[in-house]
């Protein structure tokens, strides 16, 4: 199946506009900053909830309006 993309609030890459593929993407950044405020983290330990709602929240705004359904 042929996809339109997304393009990534953080790095202005285009994504596939399949919603995994766009996720995968955008976690990648949140570990990288988990990774910069927290330079003996492990990827293995895991987060929290607390944390991982953290560093979504730390994701640049709007995203694509295709995401929101508008």
Not at 22 to 47: A, C, F, Q
Request: proline share 7%; glycine share 2%; charged share 30%.
């Amino acid at each position: 199946m042929n996809y339109a993309k997304y393009r990534c609030p953080v790095c202005n890459k285009e994504v596939e506009r399949d919603l995994t593929a766009y996720l995968r993407h955008t976690n990648k950044h949140m570990i990288e900053t988990l990774k910069e405020l927290h330079p003996n983290w492990v990827s293995d330990d895991g987060t929290c909830e607390k944390c991982k709602n953290f560093l979504y929240e730390q994701l640049p705004r709007p995203y694509p309006n295709s995401i929101s359904g508008k």
